[in-house]
């Protein structure tokens, strides 16, 4: 028995040595213009498709539906009324479902990334590479512009063969941060959000087959308070914030009037900045460029 643990605590430490490696954090990040924090809103534009793929039920179905007719309108509206660049993480498919919004966006200064095209990662490298390419064509057809981001557990170096300078999909660190491919030297910039800033962990009844103890309709009050701490420790610290948000969750009218007092507030503290995740990820591959290709993260 001791020595299983012994066997399983080397192990253990292999492991983290092994992933410790491959992150490389980006240390007394300085924003452009004396900005002491960067504030990414970013809003995820499911709308039903998550939910068809996990064959959920024609209610469910609509409430991703409602996402796309009117949750995605209010916050276009509501970043353009306080002059606030989002990106919005769009799958190829919504592009088909959804043209109008997400071209409005696009006109908006919104930046339109990567969300995968029918909200899956294929298994087959070829499929895999056809489902980005056609999900960056569609977003093409539509903004004029080829994405450089993507929220997707997309291969790290065929999303660089692509052209993509990001990703936003793990949280390893609460910092903008390198991650090391698994088996080769490169690297790609992670955006980090967390699940305690992500509105379905609070707002979204029958959220991804769950079971009745595990829904959540919190009083958006209480969410504010619990969104803006983030905030406040954040800004005190000098740091990053990336806020998720899905269309179909936060664009209820009394979910968009908590983020509009929200907003309001941060605005009230000097300094703060609110770019697109391409703006954030431009300026730490200037600023802080990645580790050198061939040596090992950090
Ligand atoms: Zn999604």
Known sequence: MPLDLDRDLTDLRTAAATYDTRHHVITNCAWPDGARIAVNFTADFDAM???????????????????????????IELFDSHAIKATIFTPGR?????????????????????????HRVPKDPALKLDHLRKTAAAIERLTGRRPVGTRSAHTFSILREEGF??????????????IGDPDGPGVLLNLPFHYAIDDAMF????WLDTENAAQR???????????????????????YLNICLHPFVSGRALRIAMLDRLITQMKGLPDVWFPTCE???RHCVAAYPPPQSGSPVR
Do not use: T
């Open 165 to 178: 300078i990001y990703h936003s999909h793990n949280a390893p660190d609460y910092r903008p941060h390198y």
């Open 203 to 206: 707002f979204s009844f029958a």
């Open 279 to 281: 703006q954030v990820a």
């Open 49 to 75: 498709l998550l939910r068809r793929l996990l064959n959920e039920p024609p209610m469910q179905l609509a409430k991703g539906e409602f996402g796309g007719r009117v949750g995605i309108w209010r916050l």
């Open 217 to 239: 309709m919190m009083d958006p009050d209480h969410v504010f308070d619990i969104w803006w701490a983030a905030f406040l420790q954040e800004y005190r610290q000098g740091g």
């Open 94 to 118: 919504i592009c088909e479902l959804y043209p109008q919004a997400v071209k409005a966006a696009a006109r908006s200064g919104h930046e339109i990334a990567d969300h995968m095209w029918e």
